[in-house]
């Protein structure tokens, strides 16, 4: 079969909507690190948005540090890829046209090709999608994780560099000897964003080379931000039934749902993309709107997809639609985590409590528990560990939080054989959790060792009570009936 590309583009239905702008005259002014699903199904949907309410110099040049390799599925396609939105039985299908290249950095030509790129003299914007775990700090605390080995080998000076950081503070440095300010934006959910990519970028300029402090303290802005929307690994079925729907190949397909947001903290270094013609939203501070989407909508699928997994589900929206996960995490965020959060103007937290579980229910939008399970590790900090800290500040019992702790220390821990060795976590400190399931004594022991991992849990959180409530909570959901345990759980209430 055909693949996409310009030249195809015009055999494609007339039902696919395509670039409406000149895509031969866009010029580069954005580079983005980490050109995943995510980046595709959601910042250049908005700038292609943008670009067709006003042409600017806003094309999007992409960066890869790490599998999967998409350089080759789109270079082949001249750039161009389909966004998919999916819901019901509805699939509304897009051809995305500002994506103009992409470098992956295997190489050490290829890594000079980036750090070019990134100190280019049109290029005003870098943002980035990398995950939790693409920052190389410790969960905890967002203290640069020297223990790392990407991250030593860039303190280290290593070549090419390891990690997006090292990267960024070689590209800095180009652009400083060029006289050329820029915006650095994280786009993942990660506390505080733009303050941690802020503060570990500073953290390795300072112990590599310490003379840009003082340029990138004046020049580089690093505002925070919030994106929203859910948007699943894509599988071979949704490729395949695209290519017989469309007529033509696209092996860069996206997939997502139809619901999306993008705020900005209003704080630019140069340019600004009028990215507000797209619906972004600017803002003053942007941690509210964050702390909501992740205390919320992210812990919702974090809980879900952990309970779901050991329970036999493979898909988060059929975790959402079991009725007692359902309950107990609906539970958890009204009358735990709700109480906690920062009042957002224009969102009632029950109102978008509701949307995001409806959305989660999609069924249509195929993610899996074990996907959403990756680097839990990395996530738990913000969405559980947070607001579990503000209820027990306060005396308050958090039953439900401290379940949905429970099953993150399960999940991983059902790795070790025995346990079963269900499946192999794909977390950072999955080794050093299954250990300690190996050779701890009991449940409650296993808890104690659990919590006492500093890098996830902080130093405050490892005392007898809460040890004692978790091992209970271990004790069910790593026994034969996990789902009858959470139903005794509700049953509780």
């Known amino acids: 079969m055909m693949r996409l590309s310009a030249a195809t583009l015009d055999r494609l239905p007339a039902s696919v909507r395509r670039p409406a702008y000149a895509r031969a005259h866009l010029a580069v002014g954005h580079v983005h690190i980490g050109v995943g699903a995510f980046h595709r199904c959601h910042q250049l949907d908005f700038v292609d948005d943008m670009l067709e309410a006003r042409l600017g110099p806003w094309g999007v040049v992409g960066i890869n540090m790490r599998p999967p390799r998409a350089a080759p599925q789109l270079a082949a396609q001249d750039y161009l890829y389909t966004r998919n939105l999916r819901e019901g039985a509805r699939v509304r299908t897009r051809v995305i046209g500002c994506l103009r290249d992409v470098i992956e950095t295997d190489s050490a030509a290829a890594a000079e090709a980036a750090v070019a790129a990134l100190a280019g003299p049109s290029v005003q914007l870098v943002t980035l999608t990398i995950t939790e775990k693409g920052y190389g700090l410790t969960p905890a605390s967002g203290a640069l994780d020297a223990d790392n080995a990407d991250v030593a080998a860039d303190l280290a000076g290593a070549w090419p560099p390891r990690t997006a950081l090292g990267l960024l503070a070689r590209a800095l440095e180009a652009r400083a000897l060029r006289r050329?300010?820029?915006?650095?934006?994280?786009?993942?959910?990660?506390?505080?964003?733009?303050?941690?990519?802020?503060?570990?970028?500073?953290?390795?300029?300072?112990?590599?080379?310490?003379?840009?402090?003082d340029w990138v303290a004046t020049n580089v802005a690093f505002p925070g931000t919030m994106v929203d929307r859910i948007v699943p690994a894509a599988q071979a079925s949704d490729v395949e039934a695209l290519a017989a729907r469309l007529g033509l190949s696209d092996e860069a397909?996206?997939?997502?749902?139809?619901?999306?947001?993008?705020?900005?903290?209003?704080?630019?270094?140069?340019?600004?993309?009028?990215?507000?013609?797209?619906?972004?939203?600017?803002?003053?501070?942007?941690?509210?709107?964050?702390?909501?989407?992740?205390?919320?909508?992210?812990?919702?699928?974090?809980?879900?997809?952990?309970?779901?997994?050991?329970?036999?589900?493979?898909?988060?929206?059929?975790?959402?639609?079991?009725?007692?996960?359902?309950?107990?995490?609906?539970?958890?965020?009204?009358?735990?985590?709700?109480?906690?959060?920062?009042?957002?103007?224009?969102i009632a937290s029950d109102e978008y409590l509701a949307t995001s579980l409806a959305r989660i229910r999609n069924s249509a939008i195929h993610h899996r528990c074990h996907q959403i399970g990756t680097d839990g590790s990395q996530k738990i900090a913000q969405r559980l560990l947070q607001p579990l800290r503000s209820r027990l500040a306060r005396g308050l019992p958090a039953p439900y939080l401290e379940c949905a702790v429970s099953g993150w220390i399960a999940y991983v821990a059902a790795g070790a054989k025995r346990y079963g060795a269900r499946w192999a976590p794909d977390d950072p400190f999955a080794g050093l959790v299954i250990a300690r399931a190996e050779s701890a004594g009991d449940f409650s022991d296993l808890a104690r060792a659990v919590l006492a991992i500093s890098q996830i849990f902080g130093c405050d959180l490892a005392e007898a009570g809460l040890a004692a409530r978790i091992g209970a909570e271990l004790e069910g959901l790593l026994g034969p009936d996990p789902h009858g345990h959470l139903q005794r759980t509700l049953a509780r209430a």
Not at 190 to 206: D, S, T
């Open 253 to 346: 397909a996206a997939f997502g749902e139809p619901f999306r947001q993008w705020v900005i903290e209003d704080r630019f270094a140069g340019a600004r993309p009028p990215l507000d013609l797209a619906g972004v939203q600017f803002v003053a501070d942007a941690e509210p709107y964050e702390q909501i989407k992740m205390r919320v909508l992210n812990a919702a699928q974090s809980t879900l997809s952990h309970w779901g997994a050991l329970v036999g589900h493979e898909f988060s929206w059929q975790a959402a639609m079991d009725g007692v996960l359902s309950d107990l995490v609906e539970r958890m965020l009204t009358r735990e985590t709700l109480p906690t959060l920062p009042a957002v103007e224009g």
């Open 180 to 213: 050329r300010p820029v915006t650095l934006m994280s786009c993942d959910n990660i506390p505080a964003n733009g303050r941690r990519l802020r503060a570990g970028l500073m953290a390795l300029i300072e112990a590599t080379r310490p003379a840009l402090l």
